[in-house]
């Protein structure tokens, strides 16, 4: 076996010798260059219109192996033409092609093993006639042949290298030049009449590219490989694993393309990968004629790509892209955008057809970027490219430094800004709904915290150490169907926020929810939903502050909402403690709950509202009102028709007021409330019960008063029927408080003939507008130092007249009856009237209660017994109460028994002149007198006195200035005849004289004369008059 | 008896003197009382004098008011009156309760123009003069 082989081995050394013999004696003695070179001339002056120039030409084995090649070394084509940038258009040191014979002899298949160039230049050139200077050879005169019926024509080429040539094209024409220098470049491939498979590898290249003066490559790096298959008869290129590089940028990419002639369009279907490269060279790249689209933008930065087009490419169609683009370590400085941005990455998708909004988006898969002091980042997704473009991002604010952002507001807008943002925002909205403002349609949503924001607009300003705001639009809360419009959740740890010089308010640890209705819609009132929750509450403005400890609520506006298609509006609200403070009114509150609805407020608002609070404690101008428990529930009912605006309110409800103490300047002591109860509607006040005690008065009012809406109206009195039971009454202390009720300026400021002095208190001015009763029951009355006892009667006040009607009482002197009347319709015309009725007491008490009664009858002070007492007197008085005598008048009676003749003055007097003995007893047996008072006279009507055994008559005038004019008849005497004696003068000045007697008949009656009878029965009138009045128990 | 006679003779002749010395009443037409009167009545406590009108009614009913201290028209007091012969009675009414007040007095003349009464009840007597408002 091993002699076999050797044997074979033996014959292919033969055979291989014999070979390589010879194929050298071809090399070198048959085919050698200076043979070849000459034949390569003449063909090339055959085939060439240009000169030629071929300096060796010489076959290649050994450096081809095993292929046979040609190598042309100094070829060149010289074709000169006026303004080439050359007269060679080609030159190449060496040129080395290797084909494969064989095949070509046997099949006619054209096979370029090789075709390598090393070293040279090409010089392209078209004139502007656009006659190029590569057009070198001669016209074609030979008749075409039928090569369909041929066999199909091959090439195939394993290797064409390029390796430091040169290319330059310089069309005039088309005013375009193009440059490659030091161009490297491997190429394979093979075609057929079918397909043509190539695998270009270009290593190196510097290209210039200029077109029409404009530079668009300037030794741009560009290197590629690109294997690739193509399908003539399709126009379907295929390409594997292939890779573009232009100054580094590398693009990688692999799929295919056809241009499908049959559907009219180019089918895509391409993957690639542009790998991570500085935005810097990108930007090199771009013409100097597009460099101004540029201008005031410096970008840098990373930008890496990937994705796929796939499709179909017509007029009106793109093929699908799905593009991956990443941006990192970016800066970017923009003329527009005041802040510079760095650290810049960004992850993006873009994945569309160009055409279909359908499929079409843009994903932000990632961004964030830098300002010098703010940081932020989003992601999200922009679609529906093509129509009305919708984006959807999540934002997050990493730290925004607020003070950024004064370049973006206008300086006209005087507004400072400090602070720290942090949050996240949520957006998705489409640009219409931007451009319409259709706030209602887009989707809102984050959360922000404020620290130490301070911000000023003008002379507005609001400060927060934090704060932070959850905000979302539309609501999310469905529990509210209402107002699904915007949420909004302020939880601020301390807030201070006003005017400056002006109202301010501070919130700390607060909570403040709000939700709303579309606030955008102008054609409605927007639905609010406001809670609250507040450590603490302060505001002020100029003088006033109020604080308020834990309030916390619930307000509710709806607007044609519910069944009833009407505003509503519901609040709850609680504090646990208010102060305010109003200069040095001050008010302050300790637990206070408050619940109200207000319906159909836009119209003709209609309010329910219950109301507590406790220990309310308020202050003003040293006036004040402490109340342990107060609580009103009321609804108000609005009438729009109503001009006045009062009377377009009407409420209805019930009233409550437990221990309360009113302190006020118009009181010299407290007013004391224990309890009030009360209900109330427009026209009726109905006081359940209600406990008042005032210094020295204690009473308890309850009853209805009604008419009030018609009384605010106008259209009638104020009408009040109340109980009033007291225990004690200061009775003027009380006048004073109701002094000058509904009087009007014109009354109250009238010209009074009083001195100043009486301007300070004035006169007590009868309540107007009213008619009140009160029905008394008064343990004890004070008036003045004076004390009536178990008072029972009617006090009745109508529009300017007090009635005291027929008042029952007792005082220390006697049970007594009064009717009075004090009206005054003027404060300088006061009227007063009083009908006393003293039944029982003692002359010496009855001087002291009623002094002004010894005016009248001063020989009373004689007398010391029982009396009954009966007065009508009436008078108008001037503003300081002083009598207008011209308007006294007065009617009075007075029955004496068993009385005491005084030892007085007056008496002595009269007793020497009627010569009384003095072992007589001073009695008086009985007294019965009737007198009037007519301005300033005091009219005695003859009166009998029987004493002892003297009966006299006396009558006469008595003045008010003290003088008067008495006749003492002498009826019955021990003495022989009559004596009659005329008192006239004043105390002072007494004259007592003898006068014919004028009543010595008075006791006989057939005997009187015309005038004593007419006296008589004046007495008798004047007595009936004023006893019609008295009231028998 | 005779001495008793002449004594009776004197009697009866002096009380024929007084009886005709004795002057028969004056009587005066009431309706000329009616109307306005304005009297000037002197007030010696103030030392002045105050400005008082009448108005006498054909209803027998008059309302007087004293301008000085401030009553006015509407708010005068209201009176009845009657004239009898010389005797002029008015009976004021009070406005609080209905009581009349009586007061007498004497007219000494009464014109169109010019009422003059007196209260003779006084001490002096108290002379008034009125004027008819025109």
């Known amino acids: 076996m091993k002699k076999v082989l050797k044997r074979i081995a033996l014959a292919l050394a033969i055979l291989l ?5 010879v194929i050298g004696v071809a090399l070198w003695f048959v085919f050698t260059p200076e043979r070849l070179t000459p034949v390569v001339r003449k063909q090339a002056a055959q085939f060439l219109t240009c000169q030629s120039e071929v300096e060796r030409v010489e076959l290649t084995f050994f450096s081809t192996f095993p292929k046979f090649g040609l190598k042309v070394s100094g070829f060149a084509l010289i074709n000169p033409m006026p303004d080439a940038q050359s007269d060679t ?56 042949e039928d090569t369909s019926a041929s066999s199909a024509f091959k090439l195939d080429i394993h290797n064409v290298e390029l390796d430091g040539v040169d290319l330059s094209y310089v069309d005039r024409q088309s005013k375009m030049t193009a440059d490659v220098r030091a161009l490297s470049l491997q190429m394979s491939g093979a075609m057929d009449s079918v397909n043509l498979i190539t695998n270009i590898n270009l290593k190196n290249s510097l290209v210039s590219f200029d077109f029409e003066g404009a530079k668009y490559l300037d030794s741009a790096d560009i290197k590629f490989a690109i294997p690739s298959k193509v399908v003539m008869a399709r126009s379907f290129v295929e390409f594997d694993e292939s890779v573009f590089s232009i100054n580094g940028i590398e693009l990688s990419f692999k799929g295919t393309v056809e241009n499908d002639t049959v559907n009219r369009r180019i089918n ?88 279909n909004d359908a499929i079409s988006y843009f994903r932000i898969n990632s961004f964030s970027a830098n300002t010098p002091k703010s940081s932020f980042g989003t992601k999200g997704v922009v679609n529906h490219l093509f129509s009305d473009i919708r984006i959807d991002l999540n934002s997050q604010i990493g730290r925004l430094n607020l003070s950024e952002l004064k370049p973006f507001i206008p300086e006209d807008m005087n507004i400072k800004m400090k602070g720290i943002a942090a949050g996240n925002v949520q957006t998705a909205f489409s640009m219409s709904q931007v451009e319409k403002m259709l706030l209602d349609k887009m989707r809102i949503a984050g959360s922000v915290t404020l620290s130490d924001f301070d911000f000023a607009f003008d002379s507005i300003f609001m400060k927060t150490n934090k704060t932070k705001v959850d905000f979302a639009l539309p609501n999310p809360n469905k529990q509210n169907k209402y107002s699904q419009y915007l949420y909004s959740k302020v939880q601020a740890e301390n807030v201070e926020a006003g005017i400056l010089k002006g109202p301010r308010t501070f919130i700390r640890n607060g909570i403040i929810t709000v939700e709303t209705s579309d606030v955008m819609d102008t054609t409605r009132l927007p639905d609010v939903a406001c809670v609250f929750d507040i450590d603490s509450l302060a505001a002020s403005m100029d003088t006033i502050d109020v604080q308020i400890r834990k309030p916390k609520g619930k307000l509710v506006m709806l607007s044609q909402k519910g069944p009833s298609r009407k505003d509503e509006v519901a609040v709850t609200y609680s504090n646990l403690g208010l102060n305010a403070k109003a200069g040095e009114s001050t008010v302050k509150l300790d637990k206070t709950h408050l619940v109200a609805n207000v319906l159909n407020f836009m119209d ?57 103490i009113i302190r006020t300047a118009m009181l010299n002591s407290p007013l004391e409330i224990p309890s009030i109860k009360m209900n109330f ?85 009868v309540p107007k507008g009213i008619d009140v ?32 009607d027929d008042l029952l009482f007792t005082t220390p002197a006697s049970k007594m009856q009064l009717t009075a009347i004090y009206k005054t319709p003027r404060k300088n015309h006061l009227y007063a009237y009083f009908d006393y009725h003293m039944l029982d007491i ?23 017994g029982n009396a009954e007492f009966h007065l009508a007197a009436e008078t108008y008085m001037d503003s300081l109460y002083k009598p207008k005598k011209s308007t006294i008048r007065g009617v009075s009676s007075i029955r004496g028994y068993d009385l005491v003749l005084m030892d007085g003055e007056t008496f002595t007097e009269i007793a020497k002149t009627l010569r009384f003995t003095k072992g007589a007893q001073n009695k008086v047996d009985s007294l019965s007198a009737e007198f009037t008072i007519f301005k300033k006279e005091i009219d005695i009507y003859p009166f009998m006195v029987v004493m002892d055994k003297y009966k006299a008559v006396v009558a006469g005038r008595h003045n008010l200035d003290m003088s008067f004019n008495y006749n003492i008849s002498l009826l019955e005497s021990p003495l022989p005849v009559k004596i009659c004696v005329d008192v006239s003068g004043n105390v002072d000045d007494l004259k007592v004289r003898p006068v014919k007697c004028k009543y010595e008949d008075l006791n006989r009656p057939v005997s009187r004369k015309l005038l004593q009878n007419r006296q008589m029965e004046l007495r008798k009138m004047i007595r009936e008059s004023i006893m019609k009045n008295v009231v028998k128990e | 008896m005779k001495r008793i006679f002449i004594y009776m003779i004197a009697c009866l002749s002096i009380a024929l003197m007084f009886t005709s010395c004795e002057k028969d009443e004056e009587s005066f037409d009431e309706t000329l009382l009616y109307g306005e009167w304005i009297s000037m009545e002197y007030d010696s406590e103030e030392q002045k004098n105050h400005e008082v009108h009448y108005e006498y009614l054909s209803s027998k009913t008059g309302k007087t008011w004293d301008i000085t201290e401030d009553v006015q028209y509407e708010n005068a007091s209201t009176f009845e009156w009657t004239l009898v012969k010389s005797d002029l009675t008015h009976i004021h009414i009070m406005e609080g309760g209905g009581q009349g007040i009586p007061k007498s007095y004497t007219v000494t003349e009464l014109t169109a123009t010019t009422l003059k009464y007196e209260d003779r009840v006084a001490n002096p007597v108290v002379k008034y003069s009125l004027t008819k408002k025109k």
């Not at chain 1, 406790?614 to 342990?628: H, K, P, Q, T």
């Not at chain 1, 109980?723 to 009354?747: A, H, K, N, R, W």
């Not at chain 1, 008394?776 to 007090?802: C, M, N, S």
């Open chain 1, 604 to 660: 003709a608002p209609k309010i329910d509202l219950e109301c507590e609070a406790a220990n309310l404690s308020a202050a003003m101008d040293g006036n004040s009102v402490d109340i342990v428990k107060f609580s009103i529930n009321t609804n108000l009912v609005n009438d729009p028709t109503q001009k006045d605006s009062l009377l377009q309110w009407m409420p209805k409800g019930t009233l409550s007021l437990d221990k309360g």
């Open chain 1, 17 to 21: 010798f014999v070979v390589f013999s």
């Open chain 1, 268 to 355: 895509t279907d391409v993957e690639y990968e542009l790998r991570k490269f500085p935005v810097s060279t990108a930007i090199a790249l771009i013409p100097a004629s597009f460099q101004s689209y540029l201008k005031g933008i410096e970008v840098d930065g990373f930008f890496e790509s990937d994705g796929k087009v796939s499709g179909f490419y017509t007029d009106s169609v793109m093929p699908l892209m799905d593009i991956h683009m990443v941006f990192t370590d970016g800066t970017l400085k923009y003329d527009a955008l005041p802040l510079p941005l760095s650290s810049i990455n960004g992850d993006f998708t873009f994945y569309s057809d160009l055409k």
């Open chain 1, 773 to 804: 009763t009160l029905k008394t029951k008064i343990d004890r009355a004070l008036f003045g130092t004076e004390v009536a006892r178990d008072i029972r009667g009617e006090v009745r006040v109508r529009d300017g007249l007090l009635v005291l």
């Open chain 1, 842 to 864: 003692q002359i010496e008490d009855l001087l002291k209660m009623v002094p002004s009664i010894d005016t009248m009858m001063p020989m009373l002070r004689s007398f010391k």
């Open chain 1, 681 to 765: 509607s427009p026209e009726v006040f109905d006081i359940k019960e209600s406990h008042l005690k005032i210094d020295r008065s204690d009473f308890s009012l309850s009853g209805t008063l009604t008419n009030m809406l018609s009384y605010y109206r106008g259209d009638s009195l104020l009408k009040g029927d109340f109980s009033f039971v007291s225990s004690q009454t200061d009775v003027l202390q009380l006048m004073s408080l109701t002094s000058g009720i509904g009087e009007d300026s014109s009354s109250t400021d009238e010209q009074t003939v009083v001195d100043d002095s009486s301007s300070v208190t004035g006169p007590y001015m």
């Open chain 1, 89 to 144: 258009l080609v030159r190449l040191d060496e040129l080395i092609g290797v084909v494969d014979v064989g095949v070509y002899w046997k099949r006619g298949d054209i096979v370029l093993n090789e075709l390598i160039v090393r070293k040279g230049s090409i010089n392209a050139f078209v004139d502007s006639l656009g006659r190029p200077n590569f057009d070198i050879t001669p016209p074609d005169t030979a008749v075409v």
